[in-house]
């Protein structure tokens, strides 16, 4: 293989990444994302041992 060809190879390798990235969410938004979810399962794990304690 050439030189030019696997400096082609990594262009293209780095383009189909950066293209990956604003295709999808950041990072920090995913995590900001987990996060919520997780207090709304906290909160709906709350709710339901209350609930089984009323039984």
Known sequence: MSHEERRNM??????DA???K???KSMMEQ???AN??????????AWF???SDDL
């Open 10 to 15: 990594s262009i293209n390798t780095d383009a």
């Open 36 to 45: 919520h979810e997780i207090e709304d399962l906290k909160l709906q794990l």
């Open 49 to 51: 041992e209350r609930s």
């Open 31 to 33: 995590l900001n994302d």
């Open 22 to 24: 604003t295709e999808s």
């Open 18 to 20: 950066n293209a990956d």
